[in-house]
């Protein structure tokens, strides 16, 4: 907040050149803190907890700002809505490109920039909605992720069934030619999530954007705000059982010798108990590498170069030959490990929809929550 009083206390003269910038880098850090979108020398607001809102001061809405520079932040609004296309320049260091042996799960940048005007390429944006007005690549449409959670289900996070499937891909006009490319503005989990619900509808023509709309800004390549939608066509929904697995075929893979149970959950999120719906624990067997550690950083989610990729598996057991089985809290905390898995060239990487909220379920809940196994 210090850093957008310094520049909205400028001159107007001395804003309008700056608009299409601030209404990226600042408009985008009220919905979602990025460091990577930071001006040099600006604090870093992820780093420290944002205090609690006031309930009065100056401004409307007890926010604490002066009349004048609410006009003034009025105006910055107003233009960020005109449709201009900004660049954001980028504050790191030019991203790595590898050379993977199964590339065609990946967008690098480079290549989506290439292929941009493609007209059989989709590009969706799994951002939330505000941050897509925002900003995002040009051509983009946008997608909630959350179309694909079953609603009907006890265990959140439970892929939607085949009618809503069919519903949101087709309202997004992806036919069986199609290329999609998905990212987010984050870290990229809900974009790989959505990629691999799309790829277990029977259509594994989908990259994922590497690093994301950060990793696209950090490029240097252009953002825009115009806003996109696709004509709905049918959709046919051919389920890939193969990179998916139930509780049921869990509880025989712990002890499976050529399978490898992965935990991909954070410590912070290990710790979680969910208001008591869940326990403290993992399932019996398996091996930790947090999905933090696919990527160099959340804030960049590009994924950390194959060498590195291959050691950090390796140090675990989960080499190529075996089958990689995939949990974490909810189904959306495995999307990032799937890819970076499939991109090494990895044929048999599973993901266990129910995650931890299905396994490890609290024992007063396990009647309602819990179906037996047949």
Not at 100 to 105: A, E, L, T
Not at 119 to 132: A, F, G, M, N, V
Not at 209 to 234: D, K, S, V
Request: with cysteine; charged share 20%; aromatic share 8%.
């Amino acid at each position: 907040m210090t850093a957008l009083r310094h520049r909205v206390s400028l001159s107007l003269r001395g804003i309008v050149p700056q608009l299409p910038h601030l209404c990226y880098a600042h408009g985008m850090r009220f919905l979602s803190p990025d460091p990577l979108l930071r001006r040099e020398g600006e604090p870093d607001s992820s780093a420290t907890p944002s205090p609690p809102p006031s309930r009065g001061g100056k401004g409307a809405g007890g926010l604490g700002l002066p009349l004048p520079l609410l006009l003034i932040l009025s105006i910055i609004l107003t233009a960020c809505t005109a449709g201009t296309t900004p660049t954001v320049p980028a504050t790191v260091a030019p991203l790595p490109v590898y050379s993977w042996p199964y590339d065609i799960v990946l967008a690098e940048p480079l290549w989506l920039a290439d292929h941009l005007h493609d007209t059989d390429l989709r590009i969706i944006d799994l951002s939330e909605k505000p941050q897509y007005s925002l900003g995002h690549v040009p051509g983009a449409v946008h997608a909630y992720w959350q179309d694909l959670v079953e609603r009907n289900s006890d265990t959140y996070g439970r892929l939607a069934g085949r009618m809503e499937r069919e519903k949101t891909f087709g309202n997004l006009a992806i036919g069986p030619n199609t290329t999609v490319v998905v990212y987010d503005r984050t870290d990229n989990r809900a974009a790989a999530r959505f990629a691999w619900a799309l790829w277990y509808a029977g259509h594994p023509k989908v990259r994922l954007l590497n690093g994301g709309l950060a990793g696209w800004a950090a490029a240097g390549e252009p953002i825009e705000t115009t806003a996109h939608t696709a004509p709905r066509i049918p959709y046919r929904d051919l389920p890939d059982e193969s990179i998916l697995i139930n509780r049921c075929d869990m509880s025989h893979a712990v002890n499976d010798p050529n399978v490898v149970v992965l935990d991909v959950r954070t410590d912070r999120e290990m710790a979680q108990t969910w208001d008591n719906t869940t326990q403290i624990g993992s399932i019996p067997n398996s091996r930790r590498l947090p999905w933090t550690m696919f990527i160099r950083e959340p804030t960049v989610p590009v994924l950390r170069s194959p060498d590195d990729l291959r050691a950090m598996l390796a140090s675990v057991g989960a080499s190529p030959e075996r089958t990689i089985a995939l949990y974490g809290t909810f189904s959306n905390d495995t999307g990032i490990p799937f890819f970076a898995l499939k991109a090494l060239g990895y044929p048999n990487v599973r993901l266990y929809d129910g995650g931890w909220a299905e396994w490890g379920v609290s024992p007063a809940l396990v009647p309602t929550r819990r179906q037996p196994c047949g």
